[in-house]
Nanobody
Framework: QVQLVESGGGLVQPGGSLRLSCAIS???????MGWHRQAPGKQRELVAA???????NYKDSVRGRFTISRDNAKNTVYLQMNNLQPEDTADYYC?????????WGQGTQVTVSS
């Protein structure tokens, strides 16, 4: 069974940066993967996705600030987040994309506040 473990979240001031990691175990092949987030009282949304061939997609509001990448040798997907804003505050999760068929992990909390 595939297991996803997200890490790297924290409290950061507006304009700051964080790098999230998603460690994938239980699979020898990494599908296309996405980073999703869920803010309090809102639905979970996709913010970035990376295809198995490395092509990427971004939500408009994060394009130019967030970068998704993958290290297949380490079975890990990353999300570099720069110039963070209060509206980026959410719990962040990874999953395969677009069908999100892996069991969801615990997520990692990102709080952007001064």
């Amino acid at each position: 069974q595939v297991q996803l473990v997200e890490s790297g979240g924290g409290l950061v001031q507006p304009g700051g940066s964080l790098r999230l990691s998603c460690a994938i175990s239980g699979s020898s092949f990494i599908d296309s993967m996405g980073w999703h987030r869920q803010a309090p009282g809102k639905q979970r949304e996709l913010v970035a996705a990376i295809h198995s061939d490395g092509r990427t997609n971004y939500k408009d509001s994060v394009r130019g600030r967030f970068t998704i990448s993958r290290d297949n040798a380490k079975n890990t997907v990353y999300l570099q987040m720069n110039n963070l804003q209060p509206e980026d505050t959410a719990d962040y999760y990874c999953n395969n994309w677009p069908y999100t068929t892996y069991p969801w992990g615990q997520g990692t909390q990102v709080t952007v506040s001064s």
